[in-house]
Nanobody
Framework: VQLQASGGGSVQAGGSLRLSCAASGSIFGIGVMGWYRQAPGKQRELDATINSSGSTNYADSVKGRFTISRDNVYTTYLQMNNLKPEDTAVYYC????????WGQGTKVTVSS
């Protein structure tokens, strides 16, 4: 499974961005897809997940601001609203198909 993430960029606090992640290769049987972030000098942490039935899970820090969605078995999105400077990070998408696969990351910078 290969994952291609896109949609990162620079935005001012309070702004919005939409990240996209498309899986390719052996996509049959992909279950949970998700988004993680890694801020400079910090560990990678989970933001949101969505399973193949559409059930979602969010970190407390993004609840009410971020929305994960999925329009088919192999594409997921992360709508990020009301962005804060502390959301600045590299965002990675993941997909689980027996193993967990990671995308290359897309950088989000939020300025105050």
């Amino acid at each position: 499974v290969q994952l291609q993430a896109s949609g990162g960029g620079s935005v001012q606090a309070g702004g919005s961005l939409r990240l996209s992640c498309a899986a390719s290769g052996s996509i049959f049987g992909i279950g949970v897809m998700g988004w993680y972030r890694q801020a400079p000098g910090k560990q990678r942490e989970l933001d949101a997940t969505i399973n193949s039935s559409g059930s979602t899970n969010y970190a407390d820090s993004v609840k009410g601001r971020f929305t994960i969605s999925r329009d088919n078995v192999y594409t997921t999105y992360l709508q990020m609203n009301n962005l804060k400077p502390e959301d600045t990070a590299v965002y990675y998408c993941t997909a689980v198909r027996f193993l967990t696969y990671w995308g290359q990351g897309t950088k989000v910078t939020v300025s105050s």
